[in-house]
């Protein structure tokens, strides 16, 4: 199972960002996604989630600003950020988890970088 996510960089406050975390080896529209992040000395926060059915929910602290979507044509999930602060810096992760009847999967991907100048 792999998850890359890409589209992290540095932006400036007010600049916008679009994360892609592309699936292989994994049933992608059987799985709910989401997109975690971690500052430095902090621990690991959801972001953002999308369920295999597309209901989606939000950190507060991003709600308004930051959007998830999938596109399981592509097994991709995506997170627009816009109206990026210096308090989204942080590696984000994307995940992949499914329940099963009596154990759930559970998959993470390597990190990509936002950083958030001020």
């Known amino acids: 199972v792999q998850l890359q996510a890409s589209g992290g960089g540095l932006v400036q406050a007010g600049g916008s960002l679009r994360l892609s975390c592309a699936a292989s080896?994994?049933?992608?529209?059987?799985?709910?996604m989401g997109w975690y992040r971690q500052a430095p000395g902090k621990q690991r926060e959801l972001v953002a989630a999308?369920?295999?059915?597309?209901?989606?929910n939000y950190a507060d602290s991003v709600k308004g600003r930051f959007t998830i979507s999938r596109d399981n044509t592509k097994n991709t999930v995506y997170l627009q950020m816009n109206s990026l602060k210096p308090e989204d810096t942080a590696v984000y992760y994307c995940?992949?988890?499914?329940?099963?009847?009596?154990?759930?999967?559970?998959?993470w991907g390597r990190g990509t970088q936002v950083t958030v100048s001020s």
């Open positions: 995940n992949a988890r499914r329940e099963l009847s009596r154990s759930s999967l559970n998959y």
């Open positions: 080896m994994i049933i992608f529209s059987l799985h709910d």
């Open positions: 999308i369920t295999s059915g597309g209901s989606t």
